[in-house]
């Protein structure tokens, strides 16, 4: 069952961020022309750049490069999951999975899962919120998964900070 955050991206703080919480936002098209710039721009790979020899590949036509889909996930998460207003960065990801190919035309959601949100021990006006992203495809299978790291600013709306910890399984 998805969640639907209490507030938008710009307002957004570490408190916001809920363990089991499961957000889902919509949508982006993956256009020909970017799939095959982007392959010629950083991944020369025939099936990412060349429609007549992808005909013969194993996906049997030009695909998108898996870092061009991490591209197009990452736009989605920025605008819709990350915060505008307490976002710090992140130190990285894991567990980065491209499932199944994505081909020109299909239409990107992602789904994002929060496993744990705590505070840091040594900044405690920060918070450690981990997720594990979903990447499906228009027909809801899943194409691109990790799990990712982000920092977030602590609202530091009552004066005291409490620590908190919750961490669930990966799922």
């Given at each position: 069952?998805?969640?639907?955050?209490?507030?938008?991206?710009?307002?957004?703080?570490?408190?916001?961020?809920i363990p089991g919480a499961?957000?889902?936002?919509?949508?982006?098209?993956?256009?020909?022309?970017?799939?095959?710039?982007?392959?010629?721009?950083?991944?020369?790979?025939?099936?990412?750049?060349?429609?007549?020899?992808a005909k013969n590949s194993?996906?049997?036509?030009?695909?998108?490069?898996?870092?061009?889909?991490?591209?197009?996930?990452?736009?989605?998460?920025?605008?819709?999951?990350?915060?505008?207003?307490?976002?710090?960065?992140?130190?990285?990801?894991?567990?980065?999975?491209?499932?199944?190919?994505?081909?020109?035309?299909?239409?990107?959601?992602?789904?994002?899962?929060?496993?744990?949100?705590?505070?840091?021990?040594?900044?405690?006006?920060?918070?450690?919120?981990?997720?594990?992203?979903?990447?499906?495809?228009?027909?809801?299978?899943?194409?691109?998964?990790?799990?990712?790291?982000?920092?977030?600013?602590?609202?530091?709306?009552?004066?005291?900070?409490?620590?908190?910890?919750?961490?669930?399984?990966?799922?």
């Amino acid at each position: 069952m998805t969640s639907k955050f209490k507030t938008e991206p710009d307002d957004r703080y570490f408190e916001d961020y809920i363990p089991g919480a499961v957000h889902e936002f919509c949508c982006i098209s993956v256009d020909e022309q970017e799939v095959l710039e982007f392959g010629k721009r950083y991944v020369p790979l025939s099936y990412h750049i060349d429609k007549e020899a992808a005909k013969n590949s194993i996906n049997g036509g030009v695909i998108a490069s898996g870092w061009h889909t991490a591209a197009l996930m990452m736009r989605v998460y920025a605008e819709n999951y990350l915060s505008k207003l307490a976002n710090l960065g992140s130190p990285g990801g894991d567990e980065l999975r491209w499932d199944k190919p994505v081909f020109p035309g299909d239409v990107l959601s992602v789904r994002a899962t929060v496993l744990e949100a705590r505070r840091a021990e040594s900044r405690p006006d920060r918070g450690i919120v981990r997720t594990f992203i979903e990447v499906l495809n228009q027909k809801r299978e899943v194409v691109m998964s990790m799990k990712m790291v982000n920092l977030s600013e602590v609202a530091m709306r009552r004066g005291k900070l409490k620590r908190s910890r919750c961490v669930l399984p990966h799922p």
